[in-house]
């Protein structure tokens, strides 16, 4: 339960990160890895190591169909297979052809690369990956290291109640007292969301959007908070993705797209402020990190903490179901919550 789900699609980056010649070194959940595109488009995802000598094959030359190790000049086609050991005689009977470089799954979706590092057998359908209901206008990426573990970093994407302290700006809460909240939560597959539900327009940015937004919040395994705005005819969504590099270091990514032209022309300020936004998560998960290292034990309390004993009962779930081989069920009601912030 300490461990993030073995199998389920973690995000590695943006899409146009790679392609054209481009490959890319990521780490997740320990793993290190190189992802790139051939020359026809298909994305792959490897292990980053030459089984020679160690040597990180992201540090070598891709020519669209092989990566060349730069210790010994080995090849590896995008498959993982060994393709070529150039300092082999012609005389030499060695088969380089059974030597392989570990392969993973990826895909992608809203932009992003997703990979699933789970290489024992299959445990159950993970859970599906974001995606867009609109065509966007713009997008905004911030990506944040954290030094806080998987776990931790997910429950702030779930916790409500540290909004009114940890985020605590004028541009985002212009109101400094605490206010009474009543939403409507209702399970979904690997997950859950607070119900669609009308918004205060107080804050500088739903008033952006004009009328009063309509906003629903889903979160899903195995880290991902789906947060969907609509005003009339326009939209926009702001996505959060936690994605664990080793066990104490965790990447956020916040994704903000749009459906209105006219905000691309925002974006030189937003993202400063999305960064303020993610670095006070961050600042705060570290701290606390420091103290669950000291003693590794949390209080969950009341219904504002309710969301933080779900996710606990959907990773338990999720496992659980992979490991008997039987299919996920969601063990969550439908249910109201009340809290202040």
């Keep these: 339960m300490r461990q993030p789900l073995p199998s389920a699609w973690y995000c590695v980056g943006r899409a146009d990160s790679v392609g054209g010649g481009r490959v890319r070194a990521v780490a997740l959940n320990g793993e290190q890895m190189v992802v790139g595109r051939d020359k026809d488009g298909a994305l792959f995802a490897l292990r980053d190591r030459c089984p020679h000598r160690g040597m990180a094959l992201s540090k070598g030359p891709f020519d ?22 150039p300092t082999l005689s012609e005389h030499d009977a060695a088969d380089f052809s059974r030597i392989r470089v570990q392969p993973f799954p990826i895909r992608e979706s809203a932009g992003f690369l997703w990979v699933n590092p789970h290489l024992g057998p299959a445990l159950g359908e993970p859970p599906e990956l974001p995606s867009l209901d609109f065509e966007p206008a713009g997008s905004l990426v911030v990506e944040l290291e954290v030094e806080a573990s998987f776990d931790l970093t997910v429950l702030s994407l779930v916790d409500p109640g540290h909004v009114a302290f940890v985020h605590d700006t004028w541009w985002f809460r212009p109101s400094k007292q605490l206010r009474e909240k009543v939403k409507i939560f209702e399970p979904v597959m690997h997950g859950f969301t607070m119900a669609s539900h009308a918004t205060t327009t107080s804050s500088p940015v739903y008033k952006l959007l004009g009328g009063v937004p309509d906003v629903e919040i889903e979160f899903r395994l195995p880290g991902v908070r789906l947060e969907r705005i609509r005003a009339g005819t326009r939209r926009v969504a702001n996505y959060t993705y936690a994605t664990p590099l080793s066990p104490h270091r965790t990447m956020l990514t916040n994704a903000l797209y749009w459906s209105m032209p006219a905000l691309n022309l925002l974006k030189p300020v937003a993202r ?28 969950l309390f009341g219904q504002g903490d309710l969301p ?8 338990r779930e999720a496992l659980e179901s992979g490991l008997a081989g039987r299919p996920f069920v969601n063990p969550l009601e439908r249910r109201e919550l009340r809290w202040r912030s």
């Design 64 to 85: 669209g169909q092989t990566l060349m190790c730069p210790f010994h000049g080995w090849r590896f086609g995008t498959d993982g297979g060994c393709r070529d050991v």
């Design 272 to 299: 400063p402020l999305m960064r303020q936004f993610l670095g006070q998560d961050q600042r705060v998960l570290q701290d606390a990190q420091k103290g669950l290292d000291r003693k590794p034990t949390m209080v």
């Design 308 to 315: 933080s004993q779900w996710y606990f009962r959907l990773k």
